[in-house]
């Protein structure tokens, strides 16, 4: 259940992540970028690999925020999975 539960978060965040992170970049060089003021001295794998996961984090937690709140009162996970099994 527990399995579940993280590819209803995850997947959606993944696919939400991917195109956060082609909108981004595709305006953006990486090498335009400062951080906190400055220049940096990262390859432009590093920053691309950096956004994607920043970027699945900020979805992951979108996503699990709205799962928690359709669990509430109007989804029972235990009834789907009974009607899934059987």
């Not at 909108?23 to 400055?38: H, K, M, Y």
């Not at 001295?41 to 928690?68: Q, R, V």
Request: hydrophobic share 55%; charged share 15%; proline share 5%.
């Amino acid at each position: 259940m527990k399995l579940r539960i993280a590819i209803w978060i995850l997947w959606p965040s993944f696919l939400a992540a991917i195109i956060a992170e082609g909108t981004v970049f595709s305006l953006l060089r990486p090498e335009d970028l400062l951080i906190f003021g400055q220049p940096h001295n990262l390859s432009d794998e590093a920053i691309y690999s950096i956004g994607f996961f920043g970027f699945w984090l900020i979805c992951a937690i979108s996503s699990a925020l709205s799962l928690l709140i359709v669990r509430g009162p109007f989804l029972d996970v235990k009834s789907v999975d009974d009607d899934l099994l059987s």
